[in-house]
């Protein structure tokens, strides 16, 4: 059982636009704590996606964005392609466990 | 460029110890601590703590604490997860990422540890 709640799973048809929702507690989400998203194809290396809810690192396209509100945050992905077909985490850090913790992970399937 | 490469895949048997590697290179090791992550078959991601590269200063998650040793050799750039008493649970892949508080902005290839007898 994750500490942050993400579907198990999404899909979209190319060009259509996704959303995958992240809902924390007021323990991390909801204190304050920036909320960070990753791809994961399995067996590579995880990939930085947005931090700090909104931002994007140099070299992800704009098609990916990041939003937060209250104890939830949401990664918008838009114009899909068939190379977003990943697995897609959320990640903040928790005040009770002092340290951080991910969601469950959302598999994003397009179709 | 940042690259983080860790060691091959390793078999062991229940109650043995494994010791992964994490190679850095494309930035100054001892500027940046580096957080390592388990994922069991299936699962989600996994924090297991951190290693100041810079003091050697460490943090591990709770539940990992009893089990876990980190090091580093900084002039190799190298930093290590050693997890004790494995048991067939531990199946895993592990990673290293470069921690960039507060998120993780690149990770190693992950090194999957099999136990079993």
């Known amino acids: 059982q994750s500490v942050l709640t993400q579907p198990p799973a999404v899909s979209g048809a190319p060009g259509q636009r996704v959303t995958i929702s992240c809902t924390g507690s007021s323990s991390n989400i909801g204190v304050g704590h920036g909320v960070h998203w990753y791809q994961h194809l399995p067996g590579t290396a995880p990939k930085l996606l947005i931090f700090a809810n909104s931002n994007r690192p140099s070299g992800v396209p704009d098609r990916f964005s990041g939003s937060k509100s209250g104890t939830s945050a949401s990664l918008a992905i838009t114009g899909l392609q068939a190379e977003d077909e990943a697995d897609y985490y959320c990640?903040?850090?928790?005040?009770?466990?002092?340290?951080?913790?991910f969601g469950g992970g959302t598999k994003l399937t397009v179709l | 460029q940042v690259q983080l490469v860790q060691s091959g895949a390793e078999v062991k048997k229940p109650g043995a110890s494994v010791k992964v590697s994490c190679k850095a290179s494309?930035?100054?090791?001892?500027?940046?601590?580096i957080q390592w992550v388990r994922q069991a078959p299936g699962q989600s991601l996994e924090w297991m703590g951190w290693?100041?590269?810079?003091?050697?200063?460490?943090k591990y998650s709770q539940r990992f604490q009893d089990r876990v040793t980190f090091t580093m050799d900084t002039s190799a750039s190298t930093a290590y997860m050693e997890l004790s008493s494995l048991r067939s649970e531990d199946t895993a892949v592990f990673y290293c990422?470069?921690?960039?508080?507060?998120?993780?902005?690149?990770w190693g290839q992950g090194t999957l540890v099999t136990v079993s007898s």
């Open positions: 990422a470069r921690d960039q508080w507060p998120h993780f902005d690149f």
């Open positions: 290693i100041n590269a810079g003091n050697g200063n460490t």
């Open positions: 990640q903040s850090y928790d005040n009770n466990l002092s340290g951080w913790v």
């Open positions: 494309g930035y100054t090791f001892t500027s940046h601590s």
